[in-house]
């Protein structure tokens, strides 16, 4: 049984979480807990194996108890909030200081949990088997490596004409973070990213990223151009691809039915990059639970191009460097402090 204990201000929001547990054979509630300086007494007294946490509540808000809890006695957290939604930023400030994942409440009335049930209940499932150490003590490090070395390219073969996709899910931010604020500003290339995430947190993340970053980085838009110096991050709700038009690489996004439950969702962004950019590509694929990217990671190896996964000592969740690397298509295998000198190494 997973023993989880509910955090949340409203009486109306801990009972309907309650009623939404009991109602699995896998969870039971050891308790519920009323803001987060309960919440911080009660996972001391009840240990539980997970704990869903609202957002803003009166004397502690989650926040705060959050950054306590992954100190004092790091526990499984997922965020359910009616603020995670248009508080984009709140949300990836708990996934930075450990939160496992987040769920964003519908919008409407305050009890139409019921539209995000099986979300609620597959993320709960999937942070209770999460990393949750190195979430208490894998810190994302900010700042750029030292300038690219000078490159040399093949005859024929220009550095513009190389890409990097990335594709990740639960544990994401913090991973991204770790790998794009490393990376100098004068990369010979053009990074595209997708993060499953929602509509509006995908902005968020970009923003954050770019405001840490040498790099630039943005949301993409469609009819994007691929620079290098740039990053590209999927938006939530869309699906991503590169095509060639003219003499310039371009994004596109489309609304195409959700892939696996994701838009966006991996595998056809790193399949355009495969059929645009050949032996060209570096394909990376980092911590998510779920076979996402798997397929993608196996068209770009198949177009001899370069495929990088993290590895399971620092991976939040292990499901999708797994999956990829069962396929027998994964060329280095690596922690996630070590990918971005990985990427720097096959672009030199």
Known sequence: MIKVLVVDDSVFMRTLLTDLFA???????????????????????????????????????????????????????????????????????????GAVDFVAKTAGPISNITAIRTEILTKCRAA???????????????????????????????LDERIVAIGTSTGGPRALQEIITKIPGNIPCGIVIVQHMPPGFTKSLAERLDSLSSVTVKEAEHNDVIRPGYVFIAPGDYHMLIEREGGKTVIKLNQNPPIGGHRPAVDPLMESVARTYGSKAIGVILTGMGRDGAKG?????????????????????????????????VDKIVPITGVTAEILKVLS
């Not at 809890?69 to 603020?83: D, W």
């Not at 770009?300 to 027998?328: C, F, H, W």
């Open 23 to 97: 109602g699995e054979t896998d969870f039971t509630v050891v308790d519920t807990a009323r803001n987060g300086k309960d919440a911080i007494d009660k996972v001391k007294r009840f240990k539980p194996d997970l704990i869903t946490m609202d957002v803003e509540m009166p004397v502690m808000d989650g926040i705060k108890a959050l950054e306590l809890i992954m100190k004092e006695a790091p526990t499984p957290v997922v965020m359910i909030s009616s603020l995670t939604q248009a508080g984009a930023v709140a949300t990836l400030r708990a996934l930075e200081i």
């Open 297 to 329: 990671i196996e068209a770009i190896k198949r177009q001899n191009g370069y495929t990088i996964a993290e590895d399971q000592s620092t991976a939040v969740v292990y499901g999708m460097p797994k999956a990829a690397i069962e396929l027998g298509v």
């Open 128 to 158: 209770v088997r999460a990393n949750v150490l190195q979430l208490a003590t894998g810190r994302a490090t900010a700042g750029a490596l030292p300038a690219m070395p000078k490159m040399h390219s093949q005859p024929g073969l220009a």
